[in-house]
């Protein structure tokens, strides 16, 4: 049986919606990075998005991002598990119920801000400040535009999942997006490290949140939504479309900003 086009048009703009099984087109998006030997975190795609970059001394990192777990995410996530860890279709199935029940009906986020410490790419001073003051009381805010162009803004219910704080930059890179969110388990790749709280010393920080916000009717048709990140001297802001254009066949970018506000 054909679809229409309308009929699929409006199927695409459920960006929070898990339908009962995994998105059959996804999970073969995730079995194919597989197959090319890429890292399961190809599979983030345009649902990840980088607000802010680090200079390690040789070259800027992405460190500060915002992850939306949508179906599709989800769906591609295990269609690379299913292949790296030959899982079968019960498997699947019973790890995309266990995520399904977590997150149905609200769009939900991992965040990750971070302040690490800085150089001077000229005589690599390390003992520049990091700039931790941009990851206290954060604001965070959701909003999409409607078709007639007009902002609209919704609440969100945040809570902090980890901070980590060290005098090394590698002690706080130890946990990832994927430890640290409980939610989240099912998606675990065998392996993955337990996170640990840790003591809060040191100039390198990294804060993990949840962000989560429940869908109303009038985001159905929205073409995409963005996610603001407030502080004193610094605005992060991560653009995502509600319909991914890699769901329409064409190579898709996220957009992201961070501004930095001068004292």
Known sequence: MLISP????????????????????????????????????RVLDEDRAVMGTWFDGRVHRAVEEAIYVSPA??????????????????????RWQQVREQLSGSANFVVRVAAYRKSDPLDFNWDRPSGGANLENLNFDFS??????????????????????????????????????????????????EYEA??????????YYWVRMSIRPEMEYAAKFSLTIAAKRKVRIANFALVPASALGIPFVSETTAAYFPR
């Open 6 to 41: 309308l009929a699929l048009w409006i199927g695409l703009f459920r960006p929070a919606q898990f339908p009962p099984e995994p998105i059959a087109f996804q999970l073969k998006r995730g079995r194919e990075i597989y197959q090319k030997k890429k890292g399961i975190d």
């Open 73 to 94: 995410m989800v769906s591609r996530w295990l269609g690379y598990l299913s292949a790296s860890e030959i899982l079968d279709d019960g498997e699947v199935q019973q």
């Open 144 to 193: 999409f535009q409607d078709w007639s162009g007009q902002t609209v803004y919704l609440p969100s219910a945040t809570h902090l999942l980890a901070r980590l704080q060290a005098r090394h930059v590698a002690d706080v890179a130890l946990a990832t997006w994927l430890s640290v969110s409980e939610p989240l388990a099912p998606l675990r790749p065998e392996g993955t490290n």
């Open 198 to 207: 840790t003591f809060h010393l040191g100039d390198n920080r990294v804060d």
